[in-house]
């Protein structure tokens, strides 16, 4: 079957790398998990064998047949023809996997976020250069919106590179597998606020925080939450990013 491009079809054929995946996923017996775009079941046919309860989330047409056959007399297995931007997670809480098509991680990433009441842990293939926006530290270039966003809620951990021979067919750039651990104890802070916040703080990077934010910040609620006015949005912390939110939220109460 031909790969798809526009479904960002890249499968995995490597066996060491889908061990590596599966250790990182480590799928226990009737622990609840979620697959986003299962393709061939390159991956799934290792979590299905450890008995995990799980379910399988496919776009493609014609690759819904082919997984029915694969996986017809597994119980533990079940599979929704469906968009995964249109998950709606409720009786969670659960492990969301996946290698996932490049062209929705970003949205995935974030609709997974806005329902993350109902996930434990998530592992995916990502674009490297996602994984290092989402993983970076304060003061890196890759600090910005992503990452502010997912450790607000999540521990995360970059894991190994994989080169693009590991696919089929090879796509130009390198992935990684990053892991999401959702944070027991976490800054209570309404997320379309931080969100809203966090997009116009990085909106030009070049520009200082006081700049970006003018419109909506005044100077003195920078100075409670500890922030020079003249830092550049990537220096300041998650913490700080939270704080800013609460402070601003309570205010317009
Ligand atoms: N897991 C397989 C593997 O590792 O070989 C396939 C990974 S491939 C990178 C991405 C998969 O996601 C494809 O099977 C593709 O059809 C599916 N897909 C693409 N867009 C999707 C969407 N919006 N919702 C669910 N699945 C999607």
Known sequence: MRAKKHLGQNFLHDDGVINNIVKIIRPKKNERIIEIGPGHGAIT????????????IELDNDLIPLLEQKFASSDNVQIHHMDALQLKLTA???K??????YNI????????LFQAEQISEMVFMLQKEVVQRICGSPGEKNFGR?????????DCTAHLVIKPEAFNPPP????????????KEFNQVPLPALE???????QQRRKTIRNNLKKVVSMAQL??????????????????????????VKDTD
């Open 146 to 154: 992503l990452s502010v966003m997912l450790q607000h809620r999540f």
């Open 92 to 94: 969670g809480p659960y």
């Open 172 to 183: 130009k750039i390198d992935s990684q597998i990053i892991q999401l651990v959702a944070k």
């Open 105 to 112: 991680s970003t949205p995935l990433l974030i609709s997974m």
């Open 196 to 202: 809203s916040l966090v997009k116009q703080a990085f």
């Open 45 to 56: 046919q290792y979590i299905q064998a450890s008995e995990a309860d799980l379910q399988l």
């Open 223 to 248: 100075e409670i939450v500890g922030i020079d006015p003249k830092q550049r949005p990537e220096t300041v912390t998650v913490l700080q990013y939270e704080e800013l939110t609460k402070l601003l």
């Open 96 to 101: 969301v996997v996946g290698n996932l098509p």
